[in-house]
């Protein structure tokens, strides 16, 4: 106890009830049961059931143990690259940092897109303006929203935190209440549902390739506990309410995804779903729901102006916070000196700059798909390659500690016997990473079609992009410490243009649909376009001619 108060000097507990509540608006919400119920329909039943027993109740547990050891240690919080520094060393902690981020990326894109998507129906209350909006207009929208969101955020970061809380909490509310008025709307019904014939055998799926391929979405969908790990140490008694904390949002988690996918199935038919089901399937819900009970689309605008407000918040902390995290985190040894140069208000801005240009990066791969929806539905599927890419480290980190347990004390403990905790921590690392490369596998699109193979094409570059470039950081702070400054502008200049040339001419390649062993072509232009890279960017700079953005 003496350590938890020179933790807490200030002797403020936090209740098992709050961080309960705290972890359920990181961990689930109504868009990711959606999601999911478009991935496997009703066998997402038997899917969730699985993945709260044997997922979601150890990884908690885990990240409890992670939050309560790494606080003693030190005093950056418990983020997840500090376990990984506090085990591995600076170089694998930097490298968490980096993927941690960039795994964010993915997901501020489609925050941004949810924007757009919920200003429409708050403004319409329809579906119909997405389809006037092309592709090209969709992603300048989001570009300006990037852009908006990064002055609004600088001026207004307090407010918006408020509002992601209440958002958040706002969140949960909606989707307890759609399972509440789902199952009282099929009793008022005399038991009538969407979907038709439906008997228990229909929530055991078929276990093929698709059916894996989805699991890497579930996880996407109930990852998010290691946000909490830090406020372990500032419970009373952490050995016995964290465990109390995580096995009530194991229940409340268990019962939002396993009714409300049943809830869904109410209203939809699982057999024929919408292809657009991901996008607009929370808005078509509850104005059926609403018109159910007489409410005409009262719920309809009250989730809209609740999506709007909270995605908002949720992108304005995601580019600002994400930023600051990721170039205050990896310190000085391997972050470019330029991309942790900050303007006279503080603000890290070429780490903006660099947020921005990826984002936009992501944004011109999915351009070229057919509409908005399909937009929508693959950075869903990126994020849930990338996302749970990076939870393997929770699992890693928790078997470093357990291989040493006596080198890594806790306060509270998963599972006493080490072997045994390391076996459970081995199985959810393989199990991660397993689905995360299956998941790889484009959703929603006909597989085999033209789009199929471009949704896998544009997902492999994503991640070897997003990746990589965290990998090439600190050779470019290695120029820079021998050289004063990493390239010359004719540099800076002639491998940018070289990039995005060769990106645009494989998404090109890829689009070309009478193109015999297309993907080949693609290998060898990026190889070649990488090499040329290489060779210009190993010359010694011209320090007369650098870029102003480069020096002290």
């Given at each position: 106890?003496?350590?938890l108060?020179?933790?807490?000097p ?30 496997q ?5 038997f ?17 409890g ?26 170089f694998?902690g930097?490298?968490?940092a ?20 919920d ?6 209350g329809?579906?119909?303006?997405q389809?006037q ?30 509002l992601?809380?209440?958002?958040g ?8 209440l759609?399972?509440?008025?789902a ?9 009538h ?19 894996f ?5 579930l ?13 372990v ?6 050995q ?9 949002l ?11 996918s049943?809830?869904?199935g ?16 929370a ?6 729901i ?19 407000f909270?995605?908002?918040?949720l ?10 995290m ?20 503080g603000?890290p ?12 990066f ?9 509409n908005?929806n399909?937009?929508?539905?693959w ?12 939870t ?9 500690i357990r ?7 806790s306060?509270y ?8 905790a ?10 991660t990473?397993?689905?995360?490369i ?12 033209n789009?199929?193979w ?9 991640v ?8 090439i ?9 021998e ?5 010359d ?16 001419f494989?998404?090109?390649?890829g ?17 070649l ?22 020096e002290?």
């Amino acid at each position: 106890m003496d350590e938890l108060k020179d933790l807490n000097p200030d002797k403020k507990f936090i209740s098992w009830q709050t961080l309960f509540l705290m972890a359920l608006c990181t961990v689930i919400g109504l868009d990711d049961i959606m999601y999911n119920f478009q991935n496997q329909g009703m066998a997402v039943i038997f899917s969730w059931i699985v993945m709260v027993l044997f997922y979601v109740i150890p990884y908690s547990l885990m990240v409890g143990q992670l939050g309560s050891v790494f606080n003693k240690f030190n005093k950056e919080g418990g983020g997840l690259s500090s376990w990984v520094r506090g085990t591995d060393g600076e170089f694998l902690g930097y490298f968490t940092a980096w993927t941690y981020w960039a795994a964010s990326i993915p997901y501020a894109v489609d925050s941004a897109n949810e924007v757009i998507v919920d200003l429409g129906w708050a403004l319409t209350g329809s579906e119909k303006f997405q389809d006037q909006i092309p592709n090209s207009l969709f992603a300048l929208l989001t570009f300006v929203t990037f852009i908006v969101f990064i002055i609004v955020e600088h001026h207004f970061s307090n407010s918006m935190e408020f509002l992601s809380t209440i958002g958040g909490g706002l969140m949960v509310i909606m989707t307890i209440l759609f399972v509440v008025l789902a199952f009282v709307g099929l009793a008022k019904s005399g038991g009538h549902m969407a979907t038709t014939n439906f008997t228990w055998r229909d929530i055991f799926p078929k276990f093929d390739w698709h059916y894996f391929s989805t699991i890497a979405m579930l996880i996407y969908a109930m990852n998010g506990a290691e946000l909490v790990a830090p406020y372990v140490t500032k419970m009373k008694k952490p050995q016995y309410d964290f465990p109390k904390a995580m096995i009530a949002l194991a229940a409340m988690t268990a019962f939002l995804t396993i009714f409300g996918s049943f809830a869904l199935g109410i209203y939809f038919n699982a057999n024929h779903l919408p292809n657009d089901l991901k996008m607009n399937g929370a808005y078509y819900a509850f104005k059926m729901i609403g018109h159910q009970y007489g409410w005409g689309n009262f719920l309809l605008y009250f989730w809209a102006w609740t999506s709007f407000f909270f995605n908002c918040a949720l992108l304005a902390v995601l580019l600002d916070a994400m930023t600051r995290m990721l170039i205050s985190d990896t310190g000085s040894r391997y972050m470019p000196k330029f991309l942790r140069k900050k303007d006279k208000d503080g603000l890290p801005i070429n780490g903006y700059i660099l947020t921005v240009s990826l984002s936009s990066f992501i944004m011109i791969l999915g351009i070229f798909l057919p509409n908005m929806n399909d937009i929508f539905n693959w950075l869903l599927n990126l994020n849930a390659i990338v996302s749970p890419g990076v939870t393997c480290w929770i699992f890693y980190s928790f078997m470093r500690i357990r291989k040493d347990s006596k080198k890594f004390p806790s306060k509270y403990v998963f599972i006493k016997n080490d072997k045994i905790a390391y076996a459970v921590g081995l199985t959810l690392l393989l199990v991660t990473a397993i689905a995360t490369i299956m998941g790889i596998t484009p959703q929603d699109v006909p597989e085999g079609s033209n789009i199929w193979w471009y949704e896998l094409i544009i997902n492999i570059v994503a991640v070897i992009v997003l990746i990589g470039l965290g990998a090439i950081l600190p050779g470019i702070r290695h120029r820079e410490i021998e050289y004063g400054i990493a390239f010359d502008k004719v540099q800076w200049i002639s491998m940018i243009a070289i990039i995005m040339g060769s990106i645009i001419f494989g998404i090109y390649l890829g689009g070309l649909k009478h193109l015999s062993g297309r993907g080949i072509y693609i290998a060898v232009e990026g190889i070649l376009s990488l090499l040329i890279v290489w060779l210009i960017g190993r010359r010694k700079p011209n320090l007369a001619n650098g870029f102003k953005a480069e020096e002290d």
